[in-house]
């Protein structure tokens, strides 16, 4: 469908995005948090938090919030009770991601901590300390067994998940680490810093830097098979890469303002398909193996997009 759909409501910028992992609706957050039909624009559900990040548990049971506060809101999903609210960041929180059983949730602050969290308990498990500036993206791997994140003193670190002994240092960048992942097998890094997207072999330690943004890359995700790199920019534009080859397969474009995040979608009825989020006020679903802008969804409440994710299911 190419028609849009307009999530009206919020009172302040949208800091994130994220999709239940159904694909069927959209969870948005701002001053508060609000859940919406992706296909009708319906609020559904409105949550009082003020988050910067938000994931939804792999259950599809609870929405995570990472907040502007250092703190971390655990939501009931359907019924929009707030179950507990966790950690003791002495920042905001900037990013925040899930293990995959959906047992620990990661975040990474402005405070440069990266921490672990049980999920059922709202304890602290690990601290990492050895970002010097703030950790402004995290992610865990698809196996559970280390975080990876990336930060503005330059470095992306990789950290093991059980003993919290930082494992990897990489230096040598020359702009703040934006955005980090990892691809589905572990064997590459993949990175957002200055003009570049740096993939990096986790074995071996061989960097390529593929070049094509006319300005700093924002975001960066790996599909879900591996086969494909999509990066976001403040150019306004989409690329997405071969993993193999480093070649530019497509560029996408119509965003009116900086791409600020990017998602593959993993499963279900909307898999093929990528979502990307900007400074515009827009989230657009693109249709991966021809490029084509399927959805355009406008959030007009006097700010842009920050975040986007989908869930691993």
């Given at each position: 469908s190419g028609a849009s759909q307009t999530f009206v409501g919020h009172y302040g910028p949208v800091e994130c995005v994220c999709l239940t992992p159904g694909?069927?609706?959209?969870?948005?957050?701002?001053?508060?948090?609000?859940?919406?039909?992706?296909?009708?624009?319906?609020?559904?559900?409105?949550?009082?938090?003020?988050?910067?990040?938000?994931?939804?548990?792999?259950?599809?049971r609870h929405i995570l919030a990472g907040t502007v506060g250092g703190t971390i809101s655990l939501w009931d999903r359907h019924t929009g009770a707030k179950r507990m609210s966790f950690g003791d960041h002495g920042g905001s929180i900037c990013s925040i991601g899930i293990s995959p059983d959906g047992s620990k949730v990661v975040s990474g602050s402005t405070d440069q901590n990266v921490c672990v969290w049980d999920v059922l308990t709202g304890n602290g498990t690990l601290r990492y300390t050895g970002h010097f500036e703030s950790a402004l993206s995290v992610f865990v791997t698809h196996n559970g067994s280390k975080i990876v994140s990336g930060g503005a003193d330059l470095t992306i670190r990789v950290w093991d998940m059980t003993t919290g002994k930082e494992r990897v240092v990489v230096e040598g960048h020359s702009a703040p680490v934006l955005s980090v992942c990892v691809t589905p097998d572990g064997s590459q890094i993949v990175s957002a810093s200055g003009k570049s997207v740096g993939v990096r072999d986790t074995l071996c330690g061989r960097v390529r830097s593929l070049d094509g943004h006319t300005d700093i890359v924002t975001c960066v995700c790996v599909t879900p098979d591996g086969s494909l790199l999509a990066s976001g920019a403040v150019d306004m534009t989409v690329r997405v890469w071969d993993m193999a080859t480093g070649d530019e397969r497509l560029l996408l474009t119509g965003h009116a303002g900086f791409v600020t995040c990017v998602c593959a979608v993993p499963t279900g009825a909307g898999a093929g398909r990528l979502v990307s989020g900007s400074m515009d006020g827009t989230l657009r679903v693109w249709d991966l193996p021809t490029g084509r802008c399927l959805r355009q969804l406008e959030v007009p409440c006097g700010g842009g997009v920050h975040c986007v994710c989908a869930t691993p299911d």
């Open positions: 694909g069927s609706e959209v969870v948005s957050g701002s001053t508060d948090i609000r859940r919406w039909d992706l296909v009708t624009g319906e609020l559904l559900m409105l949550y009082n938090d003020h988050a910067f990040s938000v994931i939804v548990t792999p259950d599809d």
